[in-house]
């Protein structure tokens, strides 16, 4: 009989035998000869050693030097040539799910193995887990949260590599916080964290003044052109480049499009000799169409293959922008920010970088999200000019000035500094290592633990936005008035989506319509997965809001639980493709919201939340969904006023219906399907929505109309009443008290709602 360590001892000799077969192998020449050619094979020995004598290190290299890919299997490779290989188990996190997936394929590919043995993935939905000893594991930073959650919390890994910090998304710096609690209690772990960007002062100050490796790059020189060099260098063109100064091109939220237009076709121009694409960088669809739109109207139009590569525009088409140009036209790819770094085309030389993003800013004081159209960073600028050198030298032509790269942040404005927060500060009360702090009297603190936990993060969100979270979470009744986690706010963190939505779930399930609340918190958690192709906006627009013909009231949530509906009929027959393609929806989206779904249900049903016994017919459950919106989005509520616009001088002024927040006028967002002529100007609307976003005006998005009653019952905080239902009503009714004082009685056959005072 084995004692474990015998155990773990013959297991490890055996990985110690199959990884000297592997180097010896002639079937996988092919993989070592493309490991070795890769910049971070130089420097393996140096690699593992410090990994193996310190308990953080940070490590820098380029995009696409090899650090995903190889830092994982040296030490992996170490470890089963010292014979000690079953007693490791790395775990890499990766901000997105696709490259999570993709990254441990090539891995697998290059140890000559399928997925799931020595290497596996895990996403959300979706996972191939590797062996538990001796392997690696790819997963979303998500998944490595939620397993420090658990009761399993770190046991089992050896090591943490945590990949891309320099994206500085939410969960990444979330992760950071906790990584760091963790190194006490836990010496022997080894953390490895891994940017693209060269500076990594700020990392390893982070971890105590941590060592730190930086792996040199294998780029082609890329020769860069700032916007005052542009007349010397276009000559009899120069032209086309406005004189300087020139005001408008300093402005903030100008992005000139002519001038654009005009350098990408005097680069086809010019360089007609020598191919290779041409990757411009904008800050939105809207630019992309505005330039495409000019440049096809430029004489030498009919010689570009134009693409646009934008994250809303449907997979097929994205595709196309990897294409080679077929002979004798040139490519010509504009793209949003997603060609930075997550997407990477292979034949550019070119690149010509508008040095604008567009960017979200969530306002606490104001409940709003403000999306502008901004300067990049210089890390940015950097990154986008590092797009030409992949091939061989390149130029890129930045459509700004010295001076105005000298004036840009250094690095972007992280995740945790710009969106509402109170998913975060949930899942910070979920973490069983948060230690209540408490006063030296032995009292709670007056500081919540929420916002000293914060406090720790590498650059600590605005401590505005944490307390409107807080309140939010009070208001939801998720955590109490001492910031402790409810039983309510525990079910609420392992739901998983936003915790407005997680609380409709619970209603939903109790009243007996969770399956229509499901498809809403579902798609609460994705992109919209209504995606339309440039040139088919109207049509696209259009079938969206078929999909909310029949409702007696407008409604965004509804027109996709019933477009989900019909594609979950139509996958049943085969057909769920051809669906998609016809109504302008992503597919991996609606296959996303279905996994989630399930996933929901599972997780409801686990915390011992049933769904009532008794249904709610088809058409009551709708109208009972509709109207647990507000009680899961209030105080998000707009209500309708006539305005009076005034259309300029020649124009009389007309009236139109306009809805409010307070005082403040908003407009429905022209991506909704409630559009004006459904309205009857007569009647007063309320309309509850899932975000108000800034742009050039105040817009609400995710909106569903309501009739007053919903709205004056439901803004309560209501709480569930758990007395039985009384015996003098019928047995359909479902009660609900809110404050205390009020009830009010559902009926599950029609969702009609009776109201009841209490003495
Ligand atoms: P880094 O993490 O430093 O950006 P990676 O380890 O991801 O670099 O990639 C190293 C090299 O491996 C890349 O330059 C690319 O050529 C190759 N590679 C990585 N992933 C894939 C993949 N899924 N398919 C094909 N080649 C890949
Ligand atoms: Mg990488």
Not at 162 to 179: G, N
Not at 484 to 492: E, N, P
Request: with cysteine; proline share 6%.
């Amino acid at each position: 009989c084995y004692s474990n360590r015998e155990y773990l001892n013959a297991e490890s000799a055996a990985l110690c035998q199959e990884a000297r077969n592997r180097l010896s192998s002639s079937l996988l020449t092919e993989q070592r000869q493309v490991r070795q050619s890769l910049p971070l094979w130089r420097q393996r020995q140096k690699i593992v050693d410090m990994i193996a004598k310190n308990q953080v290190i940070v490590l820098t290299g380029e995009t696409g030097s090899g650090k995903t890919t190889q830092v994982p299997q040296f030490v992996l490779e170490d470890h089963e040539l010292n014979g000690t290989g079953a007693e490791v188990r790395i775990v890499v996190t990766q901000p997105r799910r696709i490259a999570a997936i993709s990254v441990a394929e090539r891995v697998a590919w290059e140890r000559g193995e399928l997925l799931g043995k020595s290497v596996g993935y895990s996403i959300r939905l979706e996972s191939v887990p590797p062996r538990p000893r001796g392997s690696i594991l790819y997963c979303t930073t998500g998944i490595l949260l939620r397993r420090l959650q658990g009761r399993e919390g770190v046991s089992g890994i050896t090591h943490i590599i945590i990949d891309e910090v320099h994206e500085r998304d939410l969960e990444t710096d979330f992760l950071l916080i906790v990584v760091r609690e963790l190194l006490q209690n836990y010496p022997s772990i080894r953390v490895v964290i891994m940017s693209a960007t060269v500076d990594s002062s700020i990392y390893t100050r982070y971890f105590d003044y941590c060592p730190a490796i930086a792996v040199p790059g294998m780029m082609h020189p890329v020769q860069v052109y700032y916007l005052e060099d542009l007349p010397s260098l276009m000559g009899q063109y120069s032209f086309i480049v406005p004189k300087f100064p020139k005001a408008r091109i300093a402005d903030d939220e100008e992005v000139d499009v002519d001038l654009i237009a005009n350098v990408i076709s005097w680069i086809a121009e010019a360089f007609a000799q020598t191919d290779g694409a041409i990757l411009c960088f904008l800050p939105g669809l809207d630019h992309i169409i505005m330039v495409k739109e000019r440049l096809l109207k430029m004489p030498g139009g009919r010689r570009l293959m134009i693409l646009p590569l934008h994250s809303q525009i449907p997979a097929g088409e994205q595709r196309s922008a990897f294409a080679r140009a077929p002979i004798g036209l040139r490519k010509v790819v504009l793209a949003t920010n997603i060609a930075e770094t997550s997407v990477t085309i292979d034949d550019v030389v070119y690149v010509v970088d508008s040095g604008k993003m567009k960017e979200k800013q969530y306002n606490p004081a104001l409940n709003m999200n403000i999306l502008r159209v901004q300067w990049t960073s210089q890390a940015s600028a950097r990154q986008r000019q590092g797009r030409a050198g992949r091939v061989r030298a390149g130029f890129c032509f930045r459509m700004y000035t010295s001076q105005v790269f000298g004036s840009m942040l250094e690095h972007q404005i992280p995740e945790m500094q710009r969106v509402p927060l109170e998913e975060l500060c949930l899942q910070i009360k979920a973490l069983a290592i948060v230690a209540t702090e408490t006063t030296p009297s032995g009292g709670p603190s007056k500081h919540s633990n929420i916002v000293s936990f914060l406090l720790k993060a590498l650059q600590p969100p605005n401590i505005n936005a944490v307390h409107a979270a807080i309140r939010l979470l009070q208001d939801l009744g998720a955590i109490d008035h001492l910031e402790d986690l409810t039983s309510l706010g525990m079910i609420l963190a392992k739901l998983a989506v936003p915790p407005r939505f997680g609380k409709m779930l619970i209603y939903g399930a109790l009243l007996g319509c969770l399956e229509p609340v499901l498809t809403m918190a579902a798609a609460a958690c994705f992109r919209d997965p209504f995606v339309a192709p440039i040139n088919k906006r109207d049509e696209a627009d259009r079938m969206r809001e078929s999909f909310s013909v029949g409702l007696s009231y407008g409604s965004d949530q509804l027109a996709l639980v019933n477009a989900f509906e019909q594609w979950a009929a139509a996958s049943l027959q085969g057909q769920g493709l051809l669906f998609c393609e016809q109504c302008f929806l992503a597919p991996i989206t609606m296959k996303l919201i279905a996994g989630m779904r399930q996933q929901l249900k599972k997780t409801l049903a686990e915390a011992g939340i049933q769904e009532q016994s008794i249904r709610l017919s088809v058409q009551a459950s709708i109208h009972v969904a509709r109207s647990l919106l507000v009680a899961g989005l209030y105080p998000n509520i707009a209500s309708s006023e006539f305005c009076r616009e005034s259309r300029g001088i020649k124009h009389a002024p007309r009236w139109r219906l306009g809805f409010k927040v307070r005082n403040d006028r908003v407009l429905i967002h022209p991506t909704s399907v409630i559009t004006e002529k459904q309205l009857n100007p007569e009647s007063h609307y309320y309309l509850v929505f899932q975000e108000k976003v800034q742009t050039s005006q105040v817009f609400v998005r995710g909106c569903t109309l309501l009739p007053p009653l919903p709205v004056a019952l439901l803004s309560w905080k209501v709480n569930l009443c758990s007395d039985p239902v009384p015996p003098e009503l019928p047995g359909d009714w479902m009660v609900l008290e809110v404050e205390g004082w009020l009830k009010f009685l559902i009926d599950r056959r029609c969702g009609h709602v009776l109201l009841q005072l209490r003495e």
